[in-house]
């Protein structure tokens, strides 16, 4: 049985990419200089595949930013203010990502947002009504043509046309029905010119494919892929679709005159039984998704492999494949130095996938697996049991009662005691939580880590930080202060560290957007609080200031949603375990003088099905309510607040109030306001800050254009409801960006207050 990878991780094993891309923003190193970073990675990625015997290994799947964009750049799809910059090919493209402020102009980036149920982000493409669809790049052709320089046969992707009309904003009156020609003209010519350079496969990724799919959605599928398809000769074409199952569009795939067709079986509930129901056609190959792209636990191989030979048996001709992308799971366990044995035999990451694909590809091939090492050992692997139970944690999960999951008194008549209780002006200024992580603190921190300062000199260097950010705060006259999150490596892994059954990995890195890593910690076991996590410096930071700090916490639903999951307890009580932990902090901050809790749910929307029907059984029902028993137990007089990365809740908006968080902050500004439409239209009671600028990007945003914000905000919601502040914390940016962003965003609210 042949063996297939979706797509690989390609940030470097040692964040190669981000460091060499951070130089080149900074101007310290030449474009030159960045390219030969970007290809010795991509062939070290592609030797490792083939070394491993993988037979379909993917090309193209690296990226300087998004793999979205490289698409959209390919197709022309660069809206005209970026290539007005008159910038050289890769500044116009960093220039869509990150924005552009400098000598040839001052131009935000592009949106983005969360990639399909993952924390990977995408750049979201912007078709004018006068975009002109052709092709236009190079990058799948010279990325296909290096591997086979260095004597590697690879399958070049590229996003597929579908995914891609569909993810695309549209800025004008035209909509994706009038770019189907130009579309199918353009990936005809990636098709023509891919098959004249000898490649002999191509990935076109669908995800979009597993989302609910109306009758023109089918329509318009059918009439883009048998034009795209039409005169296709001896290249091949491969659908490719992840992150669920396709039961919308099934029939009309294995229609298509395609030659394979990848589905997942992990995450896609109905897969198999599409499989059963409609057969598979005999002409076509399936790419069996069983190895798990998400998520770093072992494959159980008597599992999988019944899957291969039950798809065997219908006589299907099936490769095995990744369920999607690699890029959601590190490189490889051999970096973890300080994993136990016990523990570390639980693991694949991104290269021992590529072992599982192998053995599980020739265990296929036999009848006698029991005579396989490699299966045996697999069999005692999940035979035994695991260390992973807390008897006292599931005892306190068993009482919780339905009035834990209730604050009271009700959240209008809080409203008034927290007004008298805190006086603020109207439209309240403040900020996420974090600012700046310059490289002293990170120095500081892995000073800590290696040992080489005291803890005392460790926190005293955080004392002092916090307190200049503190003074700073105050003298530019922000309302409600924070203490700046310095402690913070991240916001999941830092509280994972004081949970029990938590795991931590040193280099296991995995991509957000851009060049942002995360380090997810996994979860092994029962979760408790082994201690109290941020009251130290809290209460700290409160002590030098009669203005209100927040407490800052990370909510049970992003802490669960940004680790690497169990797969032997439900996700209901997974989360249940950590708000209870979390709720254990919150009272804890109360009790020692926090008035204001802010608790970041920074990831709610991530894992939310991508199948509105699936919305509340499989998620909100019991996320929502973890949520709210983290802070059921405060006093009226303390005030909650919530912090969401994003604005696309419109469709949610009332599970969101449902939170019953006294305040809101979220992404904004890089998106359209609609959502303060929605939030009116849906007569939402939280205050809410929605985020007066973007600080994914270095630009110092003008006081006028806060300004204009706010306005808009001001027509949507009430004036004693409105907050104002950036959209997201601010520790990715450097202080010279920050002071200015924020004297603006102050001056702003002193303008609006004096309009109001
Ligand atoms: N409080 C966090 C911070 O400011 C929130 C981060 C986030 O939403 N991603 O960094
Ligand atoms: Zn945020």
């Known amino acids: 049985m042949q063996t297939s990878v979706v797509g690989y991780p390609r940030i470097g094993a040692n964040r190669e990419l981000k460091f060499a891309s951070e130089k080149y923003f900074k101007g310290e190193i030449s474009e030159n200089d960045l390219f030969a970073v970007a290809k010795t990675l991509r062939l070290s990625h592609i030797r490792s595949q083939k070394e491993a015997g993988v037979d379909f290994i993917p090309s193209n799947d690296f990226s300087f930013y998004d793999g979205l964009l490289d698409t959209a750049v390919l197709c022309g799809i660069v809206p005209k203010r970026y290539r007005q910059l008159g910038l050289s090919d890769i500044d116009t493209y960093f220039a869509m990502a990150r924005g552009y402020q400098g000598e040839k102009g001052d131009v935000k980036a592009l949106a ?13 493409p912007e078709i004018e009504d006068d975009t002109k669809i052709s092709l236009s790049g190079t990058k799948v052709f010279d990325e296909y043509n290096e591997a086979a320089e260095d004597g590697t046969e690879t399958k070049p992707v590229i996003i597929g046309a579908y995914t891609l009309l569909s993810l695309c904003r549209y800025t004008g009156s035209k909509k994706r029905e009038d770019f189907l020609d130009a579309v199918i003209g353009t990936y005809k010519a990636i098709i023509e010119k ?21 009758d023109a959605d089918k329509e318009f599928l059918t009439k883009l892929y048998q034009g795209i398809l039409a005169d296709k000769d001896n290249v091949k074409v491969l659908i490719q679709t992840y992150y669920g199952d396709v039961r919308d569009v099934y029939e009309i795939l294995t ?4 030659d394979g067709i990848g589905l997942d079986f992990i995450e896609g509930k109905q897969t198999a039984n599409l499989i059963e129901k409609y057969g598979f056609p005999k002409d076509k190959l399936l790419f069996a998704g069983l190895v798990n792209g998400k998520n770093i636990w072992r494959n159980q191989y008597s599992k999988t492999l019944e899957i291969l030979d039950g798809v065997k048996n219908k006589g299907i001709n099936a490769v095995l494949s990744t ?3 690699l890029l959601h799971v590190p490189y490889t366990l051999s970096a973890e130095e300080k994993l136990s044995e016990e523990c570390r035999k639980h693991f694949a990451f991104a290269i021992e996938k590529l072992t599982e694909l192998r053995e599980l590809a020739r265990l296929a091939e036999i009848a006698d697996r029991e005579s396989v090492d490699a299966y045996l050992a697999n069999a005692a692997l999940f035979d035994a049991k695991r260390d992973c139970e807390d008897e006292a944690v599931q005892r306190r999960l068993a009482e919780i009662k339905e009035s834990d999951y209730v604050r009271l008194p009700e959240r209008k008549e809080r409203e008034k005691i927290q007004k008298d209780a805190f006086k603020l002006p109207k439209f309240p200024t403040t900020t996420i939580g974090s600012f700046p992580q310059t490289g002293d603190v990170k120095k500081n921190r892995s000073a800590f880590r290696k040992g080489e300062i005291t803890e005392e000199q460790y926190k005293q260097f955080n004392r002092e930080k916090i307190e200049r950010a503190i003074r700073w705060q105050e003298e530019i006259g922000l309302d409600v202060l924070v203490h700046g999150e310095y402690e913070r490596n991240d916001m999941v892994e830092y509280f994972g560290e004081s949970l029990s059954g938590y795991l931590f990995t040193e280099k296991a890195w995995v991509q957000s957007y851009g060049t942002r890593c995360l380090k997810p910690p996994i979860i092994w076991g029962d979760v408790s609080r082994k201690n109290p996590i941020t009251v130290e410096w809290s209460v700290y930071a409160q002590s030098l200031t009669d203005k209100p700090v927040k407490g800052m916490l990370t909510g049970p639903v992003t802490i669960f949603n940004w ?12 989360m249940t375990q950590i708000a209870l932990a979390i709720r ?67 469709d949610i908006i009332p599970a969101i109030d449902n939170m019953d968080a006294d305040v809101i902050t979220f992404e904004a500004s890089r998106s359209d306001l609609l959502i303060l439409d929605a939030l009116k239209e849906c007569n939402f009671e939280t205050e809410a800050g929605p985020g007066v600028y973007d600080i994914h990007s270095p630009r110092v945003p003008s006081v006028d ?37 924020l004297i603006n965003l102050v001056q702003a609210a002193r303008i609006i207050r004096n309009e109001a």
């Open 112 to 124: 983005m947002k969360k990639w399909f149920n993952t924390n990977y982000h995408y750049i979201v």
């Open 194 to 214: 891919l098959e004249n350079r000898g490649a002999k496969w191509i990935q076109f990724d669908e995800p979009y494919l597993v989302r609910d799919l109306s």
């Open 255 to 258: 229609g298509l005159p395609v």
């Open 323 to 325: 369920s999607c992308s």
């Open 563 to 574: 680790s690497f999951p169990r797969e032997d307890i439900s996700i209901r009580d997974s």
């Open 584 to 650: 254990d902090e919150v009272l804890d901050l109360e009790k020692n003088g926090i008035r204001i809790i802010q608790i970041d749910e920074a990831a709610l929307r991530e894992k939310l099905p991508l199948r509105k029907s699936d919305w509340y059984s499989e998620y909100l029902d019991f996320a929502i309510p973890a949520f709210r028993l983290v802070h059921s137990g405060v006093k009226p007089e303390t005030q909650i607040h919530t912090h969401m990365c994003y604005s696309e809740f419109t």
């Open 705 to 741: 254009e806060i300004v204009t914000a706010l306005r808009k905000m001001r027509e949507k919601l009430d004036d004693d409801k409105l907050w104002v502040n950036p959209d997201c914390g601010l520790k990715t940016r450097g202080e010279e960006e920050t002071k200015p962003s």
